[in-house]
């Protein structure tokens, strides 16, 4: 089964834990997504683009417990965190062609490379002790995706459809 039906599956079962009848609510329309790149001046990789088509809206449950952005907020996120690593003298963690779509407890930040790659590697910024670190997740897009909504699918006792 390809990413994007896989995702709609996952849409499902996700629409069904929160009790809302349409799984379609989430989604974000490609014009709003093509505004975006425009805005931020990157062209989104495939992998991503069929996430926002199908979770771009939410639900908020997406952003409270994976702490993936939501498509509303995505470009004054991406203002935000570029800001913070200039402030805190890290802005070289970040290539001008980085894109930042995740945020775990306010300490990592996840990123990818919009290139020509349809499916980048997922990077991730830690603090620790000695400041940021940029490190490699060793998956890819579609994987990492896949994965934390699979994790907040079985967090909620609901295993996707088959």
Same mark, same amino acid.
């Given at each position: 089964? &390809?990413?994007?039906?896989?995702?709609s599956?996952?849409? &499902?079962?996700?629409?069904? *834990?929160i009790?809302? /009848?349409? /799984?379609?609510?989430? =989604?974000?329309?490609?014009?709003?997504?093509?505004?975006i790149?425009?805005?931020?001046?990157?062209?989104? /990789? $495939?992998?991503y $683009?069929?996430?926002?088509? *199908?979770? #771009?809206?939410? /639900?908020?449950?997406l952003?409270?417990?994976?702490? +993936?952005?939501?498509?509303?907020?995505?470009?004054? !996120?991406?203002?935000? $965190?570029?800001? =913070?690593? %200039? %402030? @805190?003298?890290?802005?070289?963690?970040?290539l001008?062609?980085?894109?930042? !779509?995740?945020?775990?407890?306010?300490? =990592?930040?996840? +990123?990818? &490379?919009?290139?020509?790659?349809a499916?980048?590697?997922?990077? @991730?910024?830690?603090? #620790?002790?000695?400041g940021?670190?940029?490190?490699?997740t060793? =998956?890819?897009?579609?994987?990492?995706?896949?994965?934390?909504i699979?994790?907040?699918?079985?967090?909620?006792d *609901?295993?996707?459809?088959?």
């Open positions: 089964m &390809e990413f994007l039906a896989r995702l599956k996952y849409a &499902e079962n996700l629409a069904a *834990v009790g809302e /009848p349409d /799984p379609n609510i989430f =989604e974000a329309d490609s014009k709003t997504i093509r505004e790149e425009k805005n931020i001046g990157l062209k989104f /990789p $495939v992998i $683009v069929d996430f926002l088509r *199908v979770f #771009g809206r939410g /639900p908020k449950r952003n409270e417990l994976c702490g +993936f952005m939501l498509i509303d907020c995505l470009i004054e !996120f991406q203002e935000e $965190v570029r800001e =913070e690593l %200039e %402030e @805190e003298g890290d802005s070289d963690k970040l001008s062609s980085s894109f930042v !779509f995740r945020c775990i407890d306010g300490a =990592e930040l996840l +990123f990818f &490379e919009c290139s020509a790659d499916n980048p590697i997922v990077y @991730e910024i830690s603090y #620790g002790r000695d940021a670190e940029v490190n490699s060793g =998956e890819t897009l579609e994987e990492y995706i896949e994965i934390a699979r994790d907040l699918l079985r967090g909620a *609901v295993e996707p459809k088959k």
